[in-house]
């Protein structure tokens, strides 16, 4: 066999590869953007029964972001933003990790897609990550959620019950409620800032 035909039957095989490649990771994509949507659905159907509730709480719905805002009373608001991630990637948080896959591989099938969540008393870092697997698999950890597993697949009952966690943690932030409060910070404060209106800055206490 000369070079060219030689050459020829390895990148075919190349080219095999490479679909496979390419295709787990798109079936990743659209399984966490499947998740994506589910969860925003949850998440705007449970803000209309916390308007029923009594709770301000409205949503703003871009393609991949989702803001939910609750205000438990005039001046009393929390805010929590989540966002889906382009691309795919090998999983490294322990947490996050699915049971079946070792840490140490980066074969495709192990990769996840990620949906992030912030929210502002938490700082600039994301506060709750979603980690989206091909088959379904769904792993979460943060400040709202310490730890939880699913089904991209499971029954809407299920899936809204656990937006509801997440809209009664951002509750309990907005009216300082569940363990959630605020303490004096150690910062400076000045006579200028009392009088220009500035606020005393305080430090945000998360529920354990």
């Given at each position: 066999m000369g070079?060219?035909?030689?050459a020829?039957?390895?990148l ?5 590869e ?6 787990v ?8 953007r ?6 925003f659905?949850g ?11 009594g ?20 001046g009393a ?8 991630l382009?691309?795919?990637?090998a ?11 070792s840490?140490y ?19 600039e870092d ?6 989206v ?19 991209v697949d499971?029954?809407d009952?299920?899936l ?8 009664g ?16 910070s ?6 200028p800032?009392?009088l ?6 305080t430090?945000?206490?998360w529920?354990?």
């Amino acid at each position: 066999m000369g070079f060219e035909e030689a050459a020829l039957v390895r990148l075919r095989r190349y080219r095999e590869e490479a679909d496979r490649s390419l295709e787990v990771q798109r079936d990743v994509e659209d399984t966490t953007r499947r998740f994506s949507g589910r969860l925003f659905e949850g998440l705007e159907h449970v803000a209309e029964l916390g308007r029923r509730a009594g709770f301000g709480m409205e949503v703003e719905r871009a393609r991949d972001v989702l803001v939910l805002r609750v205000e438990a009373a005039p001046g009393a608001e929390a805010r929590l933003t989540f966002g889906l991630l382009g691309g795919v990637a090998a999983e490294t948080d322990e947490d996050l990790m699915h049971e079946d896959l070792s840490r140490y591989s980066l074969d495709p099938s192990g990769y996840s897609g990620r949906i992030l969540g912030w929210c502002e008393e938490a700082g600039e870092d994301a506060c709750q990550t979603f980690a989206v697997y091909g088959d379904g698999i769904w792993k979460t950890k943060g400040l709202f959620v310490a730890k939880a597993r699913g089904r991209v697949d499971a029954a809407d009952e299920v899936l809204n019950g656990f937006c509801l966690r997440i809209a009664g943690r951002l509750v309990d932030l907005a009216a300082l409620t569940g363990g959630a409060g605020m303490r004096w910070s150690t910062e400076p404060y000045t006579l200028p800032e009392l009088l220009s209106g500035e606020k005393h800055p305080t430090t945000m206490r998360w529920p354990g």
